[in-house]
Every structure is written in C-alpha cells, then in structure tokens.
C-alpha cells in the first residue's frame, strides 16, 4: 500500500498520522507486503514531508511488513543525509525497509526553491546520485572519505519510481526494482514496463525485472456504494487537474453527474488505471490489470474519506487478491 497520509475535511494533521498508523497496522494484519509513504510538500491535504521520519513511526508501530518511500524525492536531498536516514532506520528495523526514490519535486516551484536553495539540477543529476547513494549503503571501502554512519553496509533495497520513459530506461540500465506511478499518472504504463524488461540488465541486487504497479482502489459491498465513496478521490483529483489543492473531502452523492464532458475525461484519465467497485468488480479490475501489466505486485492507494470505511475497502481489496 501507497499511503498519502491526507489530511481530511474536518479533520487534523494529528487524525492523518493516527490513521496511518492504524492502515499500517490493519495492512499488516491482511498480509500486505509493505507499506509506502510518499514525500510532498507544501499541501495543506498530505501530511508525508518528513517521509523518513514517518517511516520510522509506521515501522515502530508494526511487527513484520516493510515500510518504505514511495518515494524519496532525490534531488531534494543529499545523498549522504538519505543515506544516513534510512540506514538509521535500517539498523532499528532491520530487514524491513525499503526506499524508493523519485526524481520530481513533489510540489510546486516556489516550494522547490526553497527545498534546493540555489541548486539546478540537470539531467544528469539524478542517475549519479542514486549510484552514489548506492555506494553510501553498500560496504565501507578501504580509503573511502566519506562514510554514512549509520548507513554503509546497510543495502538497504533501492528502487527506482516514476511515470515516465526515462525512469523505466534507467532503472533498468542500473538493475533495480521498479515501480510505476500509474496511481496517478497512468498514460504510459505499459510502455514503460515493456521498455523496462526489454532493456533490463542483471546486477548484483537483481537477477531479472521485478514491477511495482500503483493501483487507486476503492472497494465496497457494491459498486453503487463504491462509486459513492470514490467521490473523495474525483473530488481530489479534481482539485490537483485545476490546482486547487485541498484536504480529502467527504464523498459527495452524484459527483461526477455534476462534471462537464472535460473535467470527466480528466479525472477518468488520470485514474485510469483505478479499480472502483464491489467484490467481483475488484477481483475482475485486478485480474484484467494483472494480465495486462505482468506486475510483480499492486501497490495499492484508498482514499477513502472514512477511515474505518478505508480499512473495509482494503479487506475487501484482500480478498479479491487472494481468489485470482
């Protein structure tokens, strides 16, 4: 599972951590093999910008699934100072975290410069510091200058996120893991995939391809009420397409009745790859979805406004998976 942390109407950043937590815990329970969190910033609706220390908090409060970043905006960052966070977290959870790395802002411009300061990132930034960020996690060399204390020896598992072709091209050319931001920006899944395998080469951390696909999932008892409750998620994204960003809000009978042919067209795009319904339209969504991607695993995103509805729709969710 992909966990935005949101911040619902009505509700405070202190609700969003409490029920991450509690999905975290609730995931566990259902079998989910790990557990992601996303880094954003400057959007009164997520509450993830200090995504290392959030995945400290979700591991601390589960037993045995991986926790991780989904992802890491790299160039927000240091390689030694990621390096360090996630390999203290490696040494207090040990074997149980991951950490993906993206190569976008996670937020606006003005937000972006305030991150980096005065730094310009070019194209060739990005690969150079995952292979160093490699090296920091990776044994300590005789004569190495610069060690990550916590960190070196680590091997903490590095993946490789995005939506886009360069992504899929790099992580393949470097071997690592790969997963595909089709939660949200669908349009170029399956070429990328096909891309990624074509191009894959073994490493030393991976012997073949391995997928990660994210999956917008609403579930319910039927696919009125499912429909019904996605209203949260057409709300949103509606709010991302026309930049008004906000926090979750509450499922709204009808919603998309009220849309005109564009705004449809946009929030179907963008969730395209969504799976929206009752228990047998799930395990169908799931199942077409699975022939057509080959993914290794779904990483599944429910923003469910209430959150005992949310934990309902990820059971429901589990059960699906587990019948195909």
Do not use: C
């Amino acid at each position: 599972m992909l966990d935005l942390v949101a911040v619902r109407e009505g509700g405070t950043v202190a609700d969003a951590l409490h029920i991450a937590l509690r999905t975290a815990q609730h995931a566990e329970s259902l079998g989910f093999t790990r557990y992601w969190l996303a880094e954003h910033h400057n959007m009164p609706g997520i509450a993830s910008s200090a995504t290392a220390v959030l995945v400290g908090h979700i591991a601390g409060g589960t037993q045995r699934i991986r926790v991780g970043s989904g992802g890491i905006m790299l160039p927000n960052h240091a390689p030694l100072v990621v390096a360090e966070a996630f390999g203290t977290l490696a040494e207090l959870y040990p074997g149980r975290i991951d950490l993906g790395l993206g190569r976008a802002p996670g937020t606006d411009g003005p937000t972006m410069r305030a991150l980096r300061r005065d730094r310009v990132e070019t194209e060739e930034d990005f690969p150079r510091d995952v292979a160093e960020l490699q090296r920091l996690l990776g044994p300590a060399q005789p004569g190495q200058r610069i060690t990550a204390v916590p960190g070196a020896g680590t091997h903490v598992p590095i993946w490789l996120l995005g939506s886009s072709l360069f992504s899929a091209q790099l992580a393949a050319h470097m071997g690592l893991p790969y997963a595909f931001a089709s939660h949200f920006a669908p349009r170029m899944l399956l070429q990328a995939l096909a891309l990624y395998r074509q191009l894959f080469r073994p490493s030393a951390t991976l012997a073949k391809p391995y997928v990660v696909v994210g999956v917008p999932v609403v579930a319910a008892p039927t696919d009125a009420e499912a429909e019904f409750l996605a209203s949260s998620t057409y709300q949103r994204v509606l709010g991302i397409l026309t930049g008004r960003r906000g926090q979750l809000p509450a499922p709204v009978e009808n919603f998309m009745a009220t849309l005109g042919p564009q705004e449809r067209a946009g929030i179907a795009d963008f969730l395209a790859a969504a799976v929206i319904g009752g228990p047998d339209t799930v395990r169908a969504g799931f199942a077409a979805l699975a022939q057509a991607t080959q993914a290794d695993e779904f990483m599944l995103v429910s923003d469910v406004f209430d959150p005992a509805l949310r934990l309902r729709s990820l059971d429901i969710a589990a059960a699906a998976q587990a019948t195909l």
